[in-house]
């Protein structure tokens, strides 16, 4: 192996260590673009020929990826955050029974939820959320059907 082979393989490795420690997609087109380039030298000691293939390689594989990219990003959803003070005022139903000083479990648009009450709520009865702290519901029994 000529010393432009030795030096392309090195920034193919120096590159693919950046990506690999930032994970921010910096640097992963100029790795790709290295080996290229190191795969051209070892047919061809023309070093301009070299890097021209780096960076021909490196243009295609960034503008490939960065569209594939945006798309991707654009169907992410956004993170689920605690919505619990979305839930007040919402009804929902009682999955596990709720003692007075003690934590239950509510169902309420279809998420279950950590739950108390003032009163002894049984499974099954339906409840209203009146007041939310953190990922805990405050709920009372609703007593027409929902």
């Known amino acids: 192996m ?3 082979t030795w030096i392309w393989l090195i920034l193919a490795v120096v590159f ?3 990506e690999a420690a930032t994970t921010a997609l910096i640097s992963i087109w100029f790795a790709v673009g290295a080996l290229a380039a190191l795969v051209v ?3 061809n000691p023309s070093l301009p020929l070299q890097i021209l293939a780096f960076a021909i390689v490196s243009a295609v594989t960034l503008a490939i990826m960065v569209p594939v990219l945006a798309r991707r990003r654009a169907n992410k959803k956004p993170p689920v955050t605690n919505g619990s003070q979305l839930t007040v005022g919402k009804r929902g139903v009682v999955l596990k029974a709720i003692l007075p000083g ?3 479990r509510v169902r309420v648009d279809g998420l279950d939820w950590q739950a108390r ?3 002894a709520l049984p499974q099954g009865v339906r409840c209203q959320v009146t007041a939310a702290d ?3 519901l405050t709920v009372t029994a ?3 059907n929902v």
């Open 16 to 18: 693919l260590v950046a």
């Open 102 to 104: 003690e934590i239950g």
């Open 41 to 43: 030298s070892i047919f």
């Open 2 to 4: 000529g010393m432009d």
């Open 134 to 136: 953190g990922a805990v």
């Open 117 to 119: 009450a003032d009163a």
């Open 142 to 144: 609703v007593k027409e």
